[in-house]
C-alpha cells in the first residue's frame, strides 16, 4: 500500500523559503514520478512541479518555475519541494502525488496522493 506523507509546511514570510518533503513508501518506485500540488481555499489544485523517479527528469510550472526545485533522495525514498521568494499567492495546502510513467500536471492521472501540509505566506 503506497503511502505519501507530506511535512515541513507552516508560517512564513513573504520573501522567504520552504523546503517540503515528501516520504514515500509502500512500493519501489521505479517506473513513477511524483508531483507536487497545491490547492488555495476556494481555488482548483494546481500542478507545482514534478520529478521522475529513476532519472529525476523534473519540471515546474511556469507560475513558480524561476523559484521552485524539485528533487528526489533515493535512498531516503524522498521527494522535496523547495519554494523560494515566496509570495502570499503562494499559501495552500500542497499535497504529493504519485503515478506510474512520467509526470503530469493535471492532478486525475495520480493514483496515490498525501494527506498534504499547509503554507501560509504573511505579506
Known amino acids: 500500500q503506497v503511502q505519501l506523507v507530506e511535512s515541513g509546511g507552516g508560517l512564513v514570510q513573504a520573501g522567504g523559503s520552504l523546503r517540503l518533503s515528501c516520504a514515500a513508501s509502500?512500493?519501489?518506485?521505479?517506473?513513477?514520478?511524483m508531483g507536487w500540488f497545491r490547492q488555495a481555499t476556494g481555488k482548483e489544485r494546481e500542478f507545482v512541479a514534478g520529478?521522475?523517479?529513476?532519472?529525476?527528469?523534473?519540471g515546474c510550472a511556469n507560475s513558480v518555475k524561476d523559484r521552485c526545485t524539485i528533487s528526489r533522495d533515493k535512498a531516503k525514498n524522498t521527494v522535496y519541494l523547495q519554494m523560494n521568494s515566496l509570495k502570499p499567492d503562494d499559501t495552500a495546502v500542497y499535497y504529493c502525488?504519485?503515478?506510474?510513467?512520467?509526470?503530469?500536471?493535471?492532478?486525475?492521472?495520480?493514483?496515490?496522493w498525501g494527506q498534504g501540509t499547509q503554507v501560509a505566506v504573511s505579506s
Open positions: 509502500g512500493r519501489t518506485f521505479d517506473g513513477y514520478s
Open positions: 520529478i521522475t523517479w529513476s532519472g529525476g527528469v523534473t
Open positions: 502525488a504519485a503515478r506510474q510513467g512520467f509526470y503530469s500536471s493535471s492532478s486525475s492521472f495520480y493514483a496515490y
